[in-house]
């Protein structure tokens, strides 16, 4: 079991940047692959990023590469997601999620994730 806190959402104009942070309840973050997933108002909730339990394997949607940067502090207990030139349609509440399956590989699937965080909210405007 671990609990999961996302901070950093805000509101911010287009071409903006944003760093959201995911902090793990204990120091034990590097026990499970990290992902960043966002869901916008009347929408499903869509994958964005992940990363492996040793940052080595990273994975990112089409929409978000090149401008989003998912990174882990494991002696911190504590996962990133830098968000450069922002863009009203990455507007949607963001949350973090652990997956503490054995797998090598990072997942895209919102289900293959156990623990999830309250999420936090990022608005950009044009």
């Known amino acids: 079991q671990v609990d999961l806190v996302e901070s950093g959402g805000g509101l911010v104009q287009a071409g903006g940047s944003l760093r959201l942070s995911c902090a793990a309840s204990?120091?034990?973050?590097?026990?499970?692959?990290i992902g960043w997933f966002r869901q916008a108002p009347g929408k499903e909730r869509e994958f964005v990023a992940a990363?492996?339990?040793?940052?080595?394997?990273?994975r990112y949607a089409d929409s978000v590469k090149g401008r989003f940067t998912i990174s882990r502090e494991n002696a911190k207990g504590t996962a990133y997601l830098q968000m450069n030139t922002l863009e009203p349609v990455d507007t949607a509440v963001y949350y973090c999620a652990a997956d503490s399956s054995p797998r090598v590989r990072v997942s895209e699937v919102r289900g293959e994730y156990d623990y999830w965080g309250q999420g936090t909210q990022v608005t950009v405007s044009s």
């Open positions: 990363i492996s339990r040793s940052g080595v394997i990273v």
């Open positions: 204990e120091r034990t973050l590097s026990r499970y692959h």
